[in-house]
């Protein structure tokens, strides 16, 4: 994710949009802890290092087997990834999804 706050909040809202078109519930969203102890504490090597956030989505009434669902996380994924991509007109905000999977 993004730093910015603001930015942050805009990239979960059409997380939070696009998943209810999806028909996949919106559990919520947490912070990874992460160790950043080895870093560097140089003010530009910390301000570079991204926020990581995880994002809890249910399985929608629909879906019915594990693989189908699979199926819903990947096209979820990419939609996300593509109005995001669509938004900034391709220019990096500092958004990557990992990974988006069940298992």
């Known amino acids: 994710m993004p730093r910015d706050p603001e930015l942050q909040a805009h990239i979960e809202g059409i997380i939070a949009e696009v998943a ?3 028909g996949q519930p919106l559990l919520g969203f947490r912070d990874v802890p992460v160790d950043n102890s080895s870093l560097s504490k140089a003010p530009d090597i910390a301000a570079s290092e991204p926020v990581q ?3 809890f989505l249910g399985r929608g009434a629909e879906i019915e087997s ?3 669902y699979e199926r819903r996380l990947y096209i979820l994924r990419k939609v996300i990834s ?3 991509h669509e938004e900034t007109k391709g220019v990096d905000n500092g ?3 990992v990974s988006m999977s069940s298992r």
Do not use: K, M
């Open 20 to 22: 209810q078109l999806e």
């Open 95 to 97: 958004f990557y999804v």
């Open 66 to 68: 594990d693989d189908d």
């Open 82 to 84: 593509g109005r995001i």
């Open 53 to 55: 956030r995880q994002v």
